[in-house]
């Protein structure tokens, strides 16, 4: 069994950055790919960012390409989401989801999640 602790969110900018942590409970935390989703209220959960179990293989969405980065930490069991160039739109909360086999964009893919860690950008 994994447990996810997400910390890291804040109020920021637009055009700031943020870098959002994951950290991870259980030996298998590196057997599992590892997603970031986002959920504003009123809205259905979004994916936004995965990242293999071995770090060479991330996928993210294309509202996100190119300013948020995924990266994980075997070593110290943390996942991480680096956002830069933030906009008022990303306001929602992020939440981190392990998944044992592949990189998914569908949160039904995910067997464990987080509680989520509240992201705000003012414009």
């Known amino acids: 069994q994994v447990q996810l602790v997400e910390s890291g969110g804040g109020l920021v900018q637009a055009g700031g950055s943020l870098r959002l942590s994951c950290a991870a409970s259980g030996r298998t935390f590196s057997s599992y790919s590892m997603g970031w989703f986002c959920q504003a209220p009123g809205k259905e959960r979004e994916f936004v960012a995965a990242?293999?179990?071995?770090?060479?293989?991330?996928y993210y969405a294309d509202r996100v390409k190119g300013r948020f980065t995924i990266s994980r930490d075997n070593a110290k069991n943390t996942v991480y989401l680096q956002m830069n160039s933030l906009k008022p739109e990303d306001t929602a909360v992020y939440s981190c989801?392990?998944?044992?086999?592949?990189?998914?964009?569908?949160?039904?893919?995910?067997?464990?999640w987080g509680q989520g860690t509240q992201v705000t950008v003012s414009s």
């Open positions: 990242i293999s179990w071995t770090g060479r293989s991330t």
């Open positions: 989801a392990a998944a044992p086999h592949g990189i998914y964009n569908a949160p039904a893919a995910y067997e464990y």
